[in-house]
């Protein structure tokens, strides 16, 4: 079992920067890729970025990249998603999620991830 909490969503205004981070439970942690999607009302939950279980390789959706920069410390149990030149289009509510299965990460597919977070709210005004 692991659990993952969110932190680091707030409302900001469009331009500038925010961090999230997702902190995970167990000993495991290190072993997982960790992803984060994010889901909009009405809107259908979507990929962002995803990181390896070493931090080697990570992955991102075409509307973040360049961006938004994903990155872990697993001495910390933590990853994070650091998101720049943050727009109105970005708001959301992001979730972060663990892939116990592949440890290169980089699946864009809800359904192969096995832990998710509650979900921390970004809002981007204009």
């Known amino acids: 079992q692991v659990q993952l909490i969110e932190s680091g969503g707030g409302l900001v205004q469009a331009g500038v920067s925010l961090t999230l981070a997702c902190v995970g439970s167990g000993d495991k942690f290190s072993n997982y890729a960790i992803g984060w999607f994010r889901q909009s009302p009405g809107k259908k939950r979507e990929f962002v970025a995803a990181i390896s279980w070493s931090g080697a390789s990570t992955y991102y959706s075409d509307s973040v990249k360049g961006r938004f920069t994903i990155s872990r410390d697993n001495a910390k149990n933590t990853v994070y998603l650091q998101m720049k030149s943050l727009n109105p289009e970005d708001t959301a509510a992001y979730y972060c999620?663990?892939?116990?299965?592949?440890?290169?990460?980089?699946?864009?597919?809800?359904?192969?991830?096995?832990?998710w977070g509650q979900g921390t709210q970004v809002t981007v005004s204009s």
């Open positions: 999620a663990a892939d116990i299965a592949r440890k290169n990460g980089g699946s864009i597919y809800l359904g192969e991830y096995d832990y």
